[in-house]
């Protein structure tokens, strides 16, 4: 892995918007709120794909060159008296944050948007970011799409299914939205995306296809109506024959939880079995039915991924806000699908401070013990850290290991558990 030869200088954003290093600091991080000095090992390369945001009503904090104490930039030192922003990277798929950005909020600054804020700072004549490549897997790589295919093969097959609501949602998502997962099954490859749900029985705080509460915008519209067995097989099936890597997946960022469409999915998972055994069907998911778990197991699911905050049910619950389930329902669907013979994944929302604080890291070995996950997708949180922390009533004098030493840890402890990013393929 390349790391800088030197230590990254801390960027900010003057009023326009433009961004510049400021030299006379080093870049800083954040760990739940506590603001931390990156070793510069922490540092990678700013991955194509990613994006710079700037940081509305945060002031930049950075590193003292020699003392490595936080200090925050309270205005341009290149035009004094000049307001100035924080900066943050939101990485592309595939790596996962050592550290967050690090600012200072100012008064009635406005809630950050549903998206993940890596900590990022300048050396040579490049970004760098406190980050690791977690999965090697180049499937939503930004290298990997060709607009103008995309464009054109998309095109041509919402055209040939124009009756398939299913195939016409999936075409908004993938020239609108720009989802990678959508813009993979137009091009016939790897992973393609099966939502099926308008509804879902939990309301998370950071909910990315519903936000109730209108002080933070969802980052896309949730889909209307529940699709036909027929449909879905229409979407899975040539794409289970012919991709290669194939893979689809249930349980998506336009939708609410699929395992309110059970008797749905357990039609076209036995309608797809019956024209093909290619590939993988996956399904994402709360798993908070584990009677339903049971029966698309019997159907045929290949693949669980369950989405979890947190492996401890006091920050699980004000998170997830469950709607008739509960902690141990999700806990029961993986000792269920497990049960079965079958492959489960954890979607385990990663924020530096939280993941790695020591009750974490024992909550999540217990688990991981007890219930013996195959996988776990480590995902950044893609939520405003402070409203999160908040929402939580995360305890902050915990002490957290460094997310590296618990990467190492976990390497240590499961050798036999995966690590990643993505849903592999499981048969
Ligand atoms: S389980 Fe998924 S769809 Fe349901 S509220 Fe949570 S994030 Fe939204």
């Known amino acids: 892995m390349i790391h800088p030869a030197g230590y990254p200088s801390l960027v900010y954003a003057d009023a326009q918007g433009n961004i510049t290093d400021f030299p006379d600091l080093h870049a800083a991080g954040m760990s739940a709120g506590n603001f931390q000095r990156p070793s510069r090992t922490d540092f990678i390369p700013l991955p194509e794909g990613s994006e ?35 900066v943050a990277a939101f990485m592309s798929p595939a790596h996962t944050a050592v550290l967050n950005s690090a600012y200072q909020t ?29 999965d090697k897997d180049i499937r939503q790589d930004a290298s990997q ?23 016409q949602h999936l075409g908004k998502c993938c020239l609108t939205y720009g989802c990678p997962a959508a813009r993979n099954y137009f091009l016939g ?82 309608a797809i079995r019956k024209k093909t055994d290619r590939g993988t069907i996956n399904l994402n998911s709360n ?26 049910e006091r920050y699980y619950s004000p998170y997830y806000r469950p709607q008739g389930f509960s902690f141990s329902d999700v806990l029961e669907s993986i000792r269920v699908m497990k049960g079965a013979g079958k492959f489960v994944s954890l979607n385990y929302f990663i924020l530096p401070g939280v993941t790695d ?55 240590h402890d499961f050798p036999d558990l995966q690590l990643g990013y993505y849903n592999p393929e499981t048969r």
């Open 52 to 86: 710079l945001f700037v940081l509305p009503g945060r002031l930049p904090v950075g590193c003292d060159r020699n003392s490595g104490e936080a200090l925050l930039l309270e205005d341009d030192p290149f035009t004094p008296g000049q307001t100035i922003q924080a």
């Open 106 to 134: 100012t008064e009635n600054a406005p809630r950050l948007p549903l998206f993940a804020y890596t900590a990022v700072g300048w050396y040579g004549d490049c970004f760098w970011a406190t980050a690791f490549r977690s």
């Open 145 to 167: 799409f060709n607009q103008e295919a995309i464009n054109s093969r998309t095109a041509k097959k919402l055209k040939a299914k124009k009756n398939n609501r299913l195939v």
């Open 189 to 270: 490859r790897w992973e393609a995306p099966l939502p099926t749900s308008p509804v879902c029985n939990a309301r998370c705080v950071g909910c990315i296809s519903l936000q109730a509460s209108g002080k933070c915008s969802a980052t896309q519209d949730r889909i209307r109506f529940v699709p036909t067995p027929a449909e879905i097989s229409d979407v899975a099936v040539p794409h289970l024959q012919q991709a290669k890597q194939a893979i689809v997946s249930f349980g998506q960022g336009c939708e609410g939880e699929p395992l309110l469409q059970a008797d749905t999915l357990e039609k076209a998972i036995i």
């Open 287 to 312: 798993a908070s039915l584990p009677k339903a778990i049971k029966r698309l197991a019997a159907a045929g699911l290949d693949s669980l991924r369950v989405s979890l905050n947190s492996t401890q």
């Open 357 to 411: 604080s020591t009750e974490e890291f024992d909550a999540l070995c217990t688990l991981l013990t007890t219930l013996k996950p195959d996988r776990i997708q480590l995902r950044n949180l893609n939520m405003d850290p402070e409203w999160y922390l908040h929402s939580i009533s995360f305890e902050s004098s915990v002490v957290s290991m460094g997310m590296k030493k618990w990467l190492k840890q976990i390497k």
